[in-house]
T-cell receptor
Framework: GAGVSQSPRYKVAKRGQDVALRCDPI?????LFWYQQALGQGPEFLTY????????KSGLPSDRFFAERPEGSVSTLKIQRTQQEDSAVYLC????????????FGSGTRLTVV | DAKTTQPPSMDCAEGRAANLPCNHS???????VYWYRQIHSQGPQYIIH???NNETNEMASLIITEDRKSSTLILPHATLRDTAVYYC?????????FGDGTTLTVKP
């Protein structure tokens, strides 16, 4: 596609529910990133893939967060047993070179945990 | 990755130049400076990047000091649609720290 596509655009989850957020990067982009953005703050790094390899997951806040990119294209961010503090916008970005520079971001998924 | 420091907010009159500063005093010699902006309810949008030379594209100009410890993003003729949060980042090994950026408000 022409840009990075994220789905769903909005997600409301009950506390304790598992959620899965999808990211379709720009075709051919090697690098893929997930960021979490709380209201009024800048994006916070979660994890980074180069092709199917997860090279950095240092930003994942707990073991309830898990990301995968099994075929080196589409990626899924999964959050288990959601809690209210997980409420945020989850942004996905992709880049055409391995250094991850010049990101193209999607519009994000707004997760609200009630 | 190198830490960046930006003022939290700035105002600019419509039609005038907007100059947004960024300090990145711990930047290393091979690290680029990137600028993005984020309009409400959208993902950040790439604006421009540079290493040590000044750069210009259709959106903005980037001035990097000779010691590379700071830079300035220039929007030459700001419009109301340029109201956004502007982020200066120095990516390293695939990871970028955005900070809270500068909220630029362009006023009529």
């Amino acid at each position: 596609g022409a840009g990075v596509s994220q789905s769903p655009r909005y997600k409301v989850a009950k506390r304790g529910q598992d959620v899965a957020l999808r990211c379709d990067p720009i075709s051919g982009h090697v690098s893929l990133f997930w960021y979490q953005q709380a209201l009024g703050q800048g994006p916070e790094f979660l994890t980074y893939f180069q092709n199917e390899a997860q090279l950095d997951k240092s930003g994942l806040p707990s073991d309830r967060f898990f990301a995968e990119r099994p075929e080196g294209s589409v990626s899924t961010l999964k959050i288990q047993r959601t809690q209210q503090e997980d409420s945020a916008v989850y942004l996905c970005a992709s880049s055409s070179n391995g250094q991850g520079y010049g990101y193209t971001f999607g519009s994000g998924t707004r997760l609200t945990v009630v | 990755d190198a830490k960046t420091t930006q003022p939290p907010s700035m105002d600019c009159a419509e039609g005038r130049a907007a100059n947004l500063p960024c300090n990145h005093s711990t930047i290393s010699g091979n690290e680029y400076v990137y600028w993005y902006r984020q309009i409400h309810s959208q993902g950040p949008q790439y604006i421009i990047h540079g290493l040590k030379n000044n750069e210009t594209n259709e959106m903005a100009s980037l001035i990097i000091t000779e010691d590379r410890k700071s830079s300035t993003l220039i929007l030459p003729h700001a419009t109301l649609r340029d109201t956004a949060v502007y982020y200066c980042i120095v990516p390293n090994a695939g990871k970028s720290t955005f900070g809270d950026g500068t909220t630029l408000t362009v006023k009529p």
